[in-house]
């Protein structure tokens, strides 16, 4: 308990007393990174940024915990105890580590520039530059996939970011109220207090699962007379939920779901949206297609990811990403292919893996390790060549010089032998509804599949050890408490 007691408060003294500003030094190399999600932010934080020059670039001036951003939407969790200032995360940082809040718009693997834009109100205006780099790390992640379907662009809303549920919060409770205003007509309720998600992934499932949970707890007690309106459906174009999980737990989630009575329609691929249905064609047990129309209040879409348009202008430029579609493809050691001084991690990198947070993380790692190694072994090899040189300049300390040079190559050795990237999977969790989860874990080297109330126990405690800081997971036990014992917050 002292040690962890005194863990904590080393941490906030750290926090609170920032490492001293550092002028770029022109001796070392400008590492630019972009990007402050899960792959950027684990790189910087394990990065002994003494070795470069570092330049972070980032529209969004915060780590955002996203595996509890659909607790967000309902209130279960406030927006701000799962972000964490990216200046937080860089003022313990040694040497020159600047940041900038600015979005990339294109990057020239030639001239080794990025162009970067802001766009703020505070100035009245955009403002363009460009900041040239040494090493280049990409890790802008991926936005909503939306396949041009007609309609879902201006009339969904999206879970990726804060303010998109900050958005959904809103329109939650936005479509309760109308519905309850005086003399509706009953068609009007229930196309308000439809709730319709698209996209059986877990983005849509672990939503679906808390919007029930606001509506059974805190919206059904407070506004009781529409209590028996409120339906949530989620669509999915392939035959069950959750794909990549295990065939048990996708059961196990669907008969959950079925309890609380979220309508599940598999099989379903919507085809266009309008401002206040969803049109959709669904395949039959018999194999036969029907449209089907589902009018809605509020319309969540989370079908997965696409490129975002700087990371394809940078694919457009060089010949050897003209294969790759779904980002920029990388070789082992995550260098995107066709450039040496370029590497994309998180979900704009092809690497082979599905775009997770545990895998964007993993790469940070691998890259502040590398990045780590490679200074090291700048620094080496200048020591060697110094020690050679100095051979002739002082032969009486010959034997002794020499074995400096032995022992300095010996280390050198040690640290080149860089092994590629590996991702190794710990699991996949998901929060399902009514206080269960499922979790496909690997564990000692086999596979334990559970759904269920323990679950959610081992859900709630995997997150919380993830949260960022301990300041994020002080807040995030708050707010379950809170909404616990007071109900969530239900003004708009
Ligand atoms: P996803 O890609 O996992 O799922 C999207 C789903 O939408 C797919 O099943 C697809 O069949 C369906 N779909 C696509 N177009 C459709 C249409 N027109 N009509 C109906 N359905 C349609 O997306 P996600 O849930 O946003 O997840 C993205 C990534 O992030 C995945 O790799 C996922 O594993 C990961 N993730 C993991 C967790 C977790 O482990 N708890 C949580 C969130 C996201």
């Known amino acids: 308990l002292l040690g962890g007691v005194a863990y904590v408060g080393y941490e906030i003294y750290q926090d609170r007393n920032p490492e001293p500003q550092v002028k770029p030094d022109p001796s070392k190399k400008t590492l630019v990174v972009l990007g402050t999600g899960w792959g950027s932010v684990s790189l910087l934080k394990r990065l002994d940024t003494e070795n470069y020059n570092v330049v972070v670039i980032s529209p969004r001036n915060y780590f955002l915990f996203t595996p509890l951003l659909p607790s967000c939407t309902t209130g279960t969790i406030e927006h701000r105890s799962i972000m964490e200032p ?11 580590v600047k940041y900038y809040e600015a979005e990339a718009s294109s990057i020239d693997p030639e001239r080794k520039v990025v162009r970067v834009f802001d766009n703020s109100e505070v100035r009245g205006g955009m403002i363009e530059t460009e900041v040239p780099y040494d090493m280049l790390v990409i890790g802008v992640g991926a936005e909503n996939a939306t396949f041009g379907i007609p309609g879902v662009r201006e009339n969904s809303c999206f879970l990726k970011e804060i303010g998109d549920a900050q958005l959904i919060r809103k329109k939650i409770m936005d479509c309760v109220e ?11 309720i229930d196309r308000l207090l439809h709730m319709v998600v698209v996209g059986g992934g877990p983005t849509g499932v672990e939503f679906a699962g808390e919007l029930q949970d606001f509506f059974e707890e805190d919206i059904k007690k407070l506004i009781p007379d529409i209590s028996d309106r409120f339906r949530v459906t989620l669509i ?4 069950n939920v959750l794909p990549s999980f295990s065939k ?10 079925k309890e609380e009575k979220i309508d599940i329609r598999t099989k379903t691929m919507v085809k266009k949206v309008t401002d206040k249905a ?7 047990p018999d194999g036969k297609k029907e449209k089907v129309t589902f009018p809605y209040g509020l319309l969540v879409w989370a ?4 490129v975002r348009p700087v990371v394809r202008d940078l694919m457009g430029r060089i010949p050897a990403q003209k294969d790759s579609r779904r980002g920029l493809a990388v070789n082992e050691y995550l260098v995107v292919q066709g450039t040496r001084d370029i590497w994309a991690i998180g979900d704009c990198a092809v690497a082979g893996y ?6 964007a993380g993993q790469e940070g790692n691998f890259l502040a390790r590398l990045f780590n190694n490679m200074a090291k072994t700048e620094m080496l090899e200048e020591k060697i060549r110094d020690l050679s040189g100095s051979l002739n300049l002082k032969p009486g300390n010959a034997a002794e010089i020499s074995k ?3 022992d300095s190559e010996r280390q050198l050795r040690r640290i080149k032998d860089i092994k590629p990237f590996h991702y190794s999977h710990q699991g996949s969790l998901a929060y399902i509804g009514s206080e269960k989860a499922v979790a496909d874990v690997s564990w000692f080297n086999g596979n334990f599949a559970s759904g269920g109330s323990l679950t959610f126990l081992f859900w709630r405690s995997a997150y919380l050890s993830m949260c960022f800081s301990t300041r994020n997971r002080l807040l995030v036990i708050n707010d379950w408490l809170k909404s616990k014992l007071f109900g969530r917050d239900v003004s708009r």
């Open 278 to 284: 969803v049109e959709a064609e669904a395949v039959g």
């Open 236 to 239: 999915e174009a392939l035959p």
């Open 354 to 359: 599905a775009p997770t947070a545990q895998v």
């Open 404 to 406: 400096e040079i032995e």
């Open 86 to 96: 990216i200046r937080t995360i860089l003022r313990s940082k040694r040497g020159h």
């Open 303 to 306: 079908t997965g990811n696409a």
């Open 178 to 188: 109308t519905a309850a205003f005086k003399d509706q007509s009953p068609e009007e």
């Open 248 to 257: 048990q737990l996708i059961e196990y989630t669907e008969s959950t779901f």
